[in-house]
């Protein structure tokens, strides 16, 4: 989804001539799976920040492409809004002290970023959903100007047959809201966590990224308000999974999911999926030789599961595979997404080291009815838990996992001072003060009016105390 296209429409050949590549592609994954020819080198992280940038009154300031010209960083990409922004970090081989150094390169590349949107009489903000954002904002008056973004929300409403986009989604308060645009897709900002593994592991590890999936976006919330309303911890799922949904078009599951059950196997068993259940969304055709699996790498990236395997290419040019962990949000502060990040690495390392295939007994069911109830109510959810039956995610969290991640993170070559990183998530399990914790406090504080939390919350941000540490 990162390459820019030529054009914004397409012609019934040009699905022909995409299924065709995708399904050539796709045979030679298979020989390369079974050849090997995928590293088996070590483990390696990665990051995705999307952000959002807003004036001084908090609104969303449409002026991504002046605040990239001026800054000049190819880390810093387009998102699909004029008010949105994508933040990369470089790979880092995991071990030692890779934390401290991601956290070190993104507080540089986050104070860059913030230097410029200020000369540019605007603010950067961290946040899952931005509790100021308005229905008019989400237009496509404010996509960003790329052929790739224009060309989506025309194959979306193609599919859809002119139907507009419906959002229903039920928490403290109800919001139906209906788009003829995919622009609601931006009003979703997440956290993304990359982990690049040796081949023959990538399995287990995205077994046990979905089976981590509840518990994890339990102790993570911050996205809790959309349009004054109060719904969801994680309202950016239900909202993701609504705005860019096509029903009738598939064979199997939604294109926004968390998948058809766990890897029997290899990743290879998704592609197969994607090439079987999911036709073609964006069918751009390139020149490149089959092993480059271009169009297996684009059709993969318009299907958006909330853990998610991606094939890339070392500088070497060795096909390496990565899981990409969608599900957490930006914000509040590096700090607590730096803090995600260890907890994610120590359960899914705890995980695959119980054996197995990496889900530590978790039935597939259970891990989706974890992720759902985890989205809904936070660290208050009831999850299931083999040895434990149903329990909340704060109770799972503190007397089980959290220890089990202490125990785990070291065996990634990380220093057991990056421990520390986990008492972060502790003390905001033991106080249930998640970021979205403490905009639901705040909203009602401010008696729903939105600006002075948008205030309180960016003043707290630039400060960069964990989210539990902030007052009310």
Known sequence: ?????????????????????????????????????????????????????????????PINQRLLEALGNPLVVPELSRFNVELNSEPLALGADALDRAEEALSRLWSQCNAVAHGLGANM?????????????????????????????????????GRP???????????????????????????????????????????ASVAASGPLLAACGNSPLLFGRRLWEETRIPLFEQAVDLPGVHIGPRRVSMGTGYLERSCLEIFEENLRDHPPLLPISFEDAPESLHHLRLHNGTIWRWNRPLVGFDADGAPHLR???????????IADMMANTALYLGLIRHLVDLGGNGAGGLAFADAVTNFYAAA???????????????????????????????????????????????????????SGRTGAAWQREAFAAHGGNVLPLMADYCERQRAGAPAHEWDP
Request: net charge negative; hydrophobic share 45%.
């Open 1 to 61: 989804m990162g390459d820019e296209i030529a054009t914004t429409g397409f012609h019934a050949e040009d699905f022909s001539l995409f299924a065709r590549r995708l399904a050539e592609e796709t045979e030679f994954a298979r020989a390369m799976f079974a050849d090997r020819r995928f590293s088996r080198a070590g483990f390696s992280l990665g990051f995705e920040i999307e952000a959002w940038i807003v004036d001084h009154n908090f609104f969303p300031a």
């Open 165 to 207: 986009l419906r959002v229903d989604i039920e928490g403290r308060d109800h919001l139906v809201c209906e788009h003829r645009d995919v622009m609601l897709e931006a009003a979703t900002t997440s956290f993304q966590i990359h982990l690049q593994v040796p081949a023959d592991l990538a399995a287990v590890y995205y077994n």
């Open 125 to 161: 903000v961290m946040i899952g959903t931005l509790p100021t954002i308005r229905d008019e904002d989400l237009t496509l008056a404010n996509i960003s100007p790329l052929n790739r973004y224009y060309a989506l929300n025309k194959e979306v409403l193609r599919r859809r047959r």
């Open 323 to 333: 899981i990409e962990q969608r599900i957490l949000p930006a914000g509040p502060t």
């Open 376 to 430: 809904r109510e936070g660290l208050a959810a009831e999850l299931i838990w083999p040895g434990e039956g149903k329990i909340t995610a704060e109770r799972l969290l503190t007397e089980r996992l959290l220890p089990a991640a202490r125990s785990a993170l070291p065996r990634f070559g990380l220093d057991r001072s990056q421990n520390r990183r986990l008492d972060v998530v502790e003390a905001r399990a033991r």
